[in-house]
């Protein structure tokens, strides 16, 4: 008998298995959470976000789509709550709006667009709250606006 083909088989069998992942519940939610979860998989529990059927909250990127596919909404999610970047944009794929959460609070700059494209507002906020004076509006046309109810004049 020739030992060539029986010595291959050996050498080559466990680096053949040891390549091959294993998938375990933990693995997949890993993966889940790097790559974000369609927001129909999750749900709301008094302000806490959860996988359905879980009773851990929820951490890792959540999007949801418009009915044409295209992405409308992105936001990271730490403990079940809104924390980093949101992101959201027209069915036409132009941005809509971003903003940032720290620990489920908005914090930081928030920014919208209007579907042209031409900012519409921006402001930002610490601890869930506006801070004064720093809001600025547009019209539809990017000229600036004193106030959000002449945005849409």
Same mark, same amino acid.
């Given at each position: ?8 088989? /050996?050498? !080559?069998?466990?680096? =053949? ?9 933990? !693995?997949?939610?890993? $993966? ?14 008094? *302000? /806490? ?5 879980? #009773? ?11 009915? @044409?596919? $295209? ?5 990271? /999610?730490? *403990?079940?709550?809104?924390?980093? =970047?949101?992101?959201? %944009?027209?069915? #036409?794929? $132009? ?10 609070? &908005? ?5 919208? %667009?209007?579907?042209?494209? $031409?900012?519409? =507002?921006?402001?930002?906020?610490? *601890?869930? &709250?506006?801070? &004064?004076? !720093?809001? &600025?509006? %547009? @019209? ?14």
């Amino acid at each position: 008998m020739n030992p060539l083909p029986l010595f291959l088989i /050996i050498v !080559s069998l466990p680096l =053949l298995l040891g390549g091959c992942e294993k998938f375990t519940v933990e !693995s997949v939610a890993v $993966q889940k959470a790097i790559e974000g979860v369609n927001a129909e998989e999750v749900e709301e529990r008094e *302000d /806490i976000v959860y996988l359905k059927g879980s #009773d851990t909250p929820y951490t890792g990127k959540v999007f949801a789509l418009h009915p @044409n596919g $295209q992405k409308a909404e992105e936001a990271n /999610i730490k *403990d079940g709550k809104p924390d980093g =970047l949101a992101v959201g %944009w027209y069915e #036409d794929g $132009q941005k809509k709006g971003e903003g940032n959460w720290k620990d489920g609070k &908005k914090d930081g700059l928030f920014v919208e %667009w209007h579907e042209n494209g $031409q900012k519409k =507002l921006e402001g930002n906020y610490k *601890d869930n &709250k506006g801070i &004064k004076g !720093s809001s &600025k509006f %547009w @019209n539809n046309k990017g000229e600036p606006v004193d106030s959000y109810k002449e945005v849409y004049k």
